[in-house]
């Protein structure tokens, strides 16, 4: 049997080849013209693949990042680094290179090199349409998120990296519709998926599937999953045959908005694997969070890789030029420490094409302070059973007790709400501290209020009515000027006035109190003079509870105080408009 030689057959090809790939014609030129000339394993490796692909003319220069150009300034000892390497042919490429005819210096004669596609500085996208925005004229859009939704638009993979509350998921959700996506696939943790389904209809009718457990759908045009759920519709292992693992992929969706995207920072963890490898189905992803790098640039290279930057075609180089990487030895086998960071300035200048990061004092259109309410699902069997508790005996008892028993009554459930929300104001408190940011929390009980301060021990400082002066004021003081002192956790009257809170530009209210001017006088805590940033206030409210009902009622009574005179009780009216809803 005629054993086949690469090199015998490689150099074969070449004596026949008439095509325009300079490489291939200067190895045909060498067998005629240089004696012993052979073909390496590698160039007949790269006759066989590339002998059928027609270069392209590019005649135009190629800007490249400043390492690469530094590492052609080393090996050619030239007094400075170029900064751009003119292109007269693309001949091929592979997945980490371009290979051209082309040249570093105009006294270069052209000739065959290749080009990591890393090292090519990205050209910035932009989109070529005017954006109507008069049918989001309800909500309508600020200047800077009409800029966000410009940059969606333009580029199919992208990170829009913007601080909390910049409104990325109303920019979001405008670029979605704009895009003309027919199924659009949203990832974000559990307590958002409620939130995403109220801003989708503000701006739109178009039919939204909230996925839970196990449930789906195939009628829909957005489809809303948390993290912790897409096991449940997705698996990596091919052997699996069930179509119930493949309902995400098989969706074949047109668009994938991924929330709170640092989630997917650590490259090993299980949740990352399986939406990484949904979202290299899908044609447009968009990757929103506030917290882009999180503390290292490692927990960068993942989102970057979803994004296609050209910097994640070799993980060794990234860790190495941006995580000050190195390999030490555990056992017999090496490891790589990738915990460090370097060459920051690198790092943003090139990859600012794929990101747009803008912080709070950038931006000049943002209102001084933005009340934001979080809609949450309460899943309680002990609620569910007080609630039925407090009916039947207000039913009972109706026009037999005053409205004051009524509502004492009804303080058993704003506890038990109260406690059922930490977790979620703990989410909050969390990503603040993520990104830096001292916060501020106010709730109506001791026991939500101790609870929160032993959670956050070492960094929290409590004020409540108990306290003497002296305590307050040194509570006061630590968050204002201890730079370790983050969170202040408070009980709304008795630190709702008299106290300025300028070091925390985010406040949290746990839970609700009866009157409107304790959540006004709260949120001015930290909105007064000195504050140098716009303060966030969040309200996260359970949707299929009192507390909805407590919510909406405080904006109208509140609007309604704001628009007279700033202040006011209105306790005994909203008692009643509270009272009147329930039954």
């Not at 325009?20 to 066989?48: C, D």
């Not at 109220?198 to 489809?223: A, C, P, Q």
């Not at 699996?240 to 074949?252: G, M, Q, R």
């Amino acid at each position: 049997m005629e054993t086949k030689i690469p090199e015998v057959e490689a150099r074969n090809i070449l004596s026949t080849y008439e095509g325009s790939n300079n490489q291939l014609l200067e190895w045909k030129r060498k067998f005629v013209e240089v004696k012993n000339f052979k073909l390496t394993r590698p160039q007949s490796e790269y006759v066989f693949k590339f002998k059928d692909v027609t270069p392209k003319v590019a005649r135009k220069h190629i800007n490249i990042v400043s390492t690469f150009g530094e590492k052609i300034m080393e090996e050619r000892l030239l007094p400075i680094p170029p900064t751009k390497i003119w292109c007269e042919k693309l001949l091929c490429e592979s997945d980490k290179a371009f290979h051209i005819w082309g040249k570093v210096l105009e006294s270069d004669q052209l000739n065959a090199m290749w080009l990591p596609k890393s090292a090519i500085v990205q050209e910035e996208k932009k989109l070529n349409r005017v954006i109507d925005y008069s049918p989001y004229s309800t909500r309508p859009p600020m200047e800077h998120q009409k800029i966000a939704v410009e940059k969606l638009l333009a580029n199919d993979k992208f990170i829009l990296a913007d601080d909390m509350g910049l409104g990325k998921t109303t920019s979001a959700i405008i670029a979605s519709l704009e895009s003309k996506a027919r199924k659009i696939l949203i990832v974000c943790p559990a307590s958002l998926k409620i939130n995403w389904e109220r801003e989708i209809k503000n701006y739109s009718d178009r039919k939204v599937l909230i996925v839970e457990g196990r449930k789906w759908g195939s009628t829909f045009d957005f489809y809303i999953i948390n993290y912790d759920i897409i096991k449940n519709y997705h698996t990596t292992d091919k052997s699996e045959d069930s179509d119930d693992y493949k309902l995400l992929v098989n969706a074949n969706f047109d668009l994938a908005i991924v929330d709170e995207a640092h989630y997917i920072s650590n490259a090993t963890a299980n949740r990352t694997r399986l939406l990484n490898d949904v979202l290299e189905t899908i044609p447009k992803v968009w990757l929103l969070t506030g917290t882009p790098m999180t503390s290292r640039p490692i927990n960068y290279f993942n989102l970057l890789k979803i994004v296609e930057s050209p910097l994640t075609l070799n993980w060794q180089s990234y860790v190495r030029r941006y995580c000050k990487g190195y390999q030490f030895r555990v056992g017999n086998r090496k490891v790589w420490n990738t915990s460090g960071a370097s060459n920051l300035d690198e790092l943003r200048e090139r990859t600012k094409h794929v990101v747009l990061r803008r912080m709070k004092n950038d931006i000049l259109d943002l209102p001084e302070k933005i009340v934001t309410p979080v809609f949450v699902e309460l899943s309680s069997k002990m609620y569910d059973e007080e609630l039925e508790e407090f009916t039947r005996i207000s039913n009972d008892n109706k026009d037999k007790e005053t409205l004051s028993v009524t509502l004492n009554r009804l303080m058993k459930i704003r506890q038990l709400i109260a406690y059922e929300k930490i977790p979620y104001t703990c989410e909050i408190i969390d990503k603040c501290l993520d990104q830096g940011k001292k916060v501020i929390v106010f709730t109506n009980f001791t026991m939500s209020l101790d609870m929160l301060h032993e959670k956050y021990k070492k960094n929290s400082v409590i004020l409540n009515g108990s306290m003497s002066k002296e305590k307050k004021q040194e509570s006061v003081d630590r968050f204002q000027n201890e730079d370790k002192i983050k969170i202040f956790i408070s009980n709304i009257i008795a630190g709702g006035v008299g106290i300025t809170l300028t070091a925390g530009e985010v406040v949290v209210m746990n839970d609700l109190s009866f009157v409107p001017a304790h959540h006004s006088q709260a949120e001015d805590r930290a909105y007064r003079y000195g504050q140098q940033n716009s303060v966030l206030v969040y309200y996260p409210v359970f949707e299929n509870t009192v507390e909805k009902i407590i919510y909406n009622i405080l904006q109208k009574k509140k609007g309604i105080i704001d628009q007279v005179m700033g202040d006011g009780e209105y306790s005994e009216s909203f008692s009643k408009d509270l009272l009147k809803q329930l039954f």
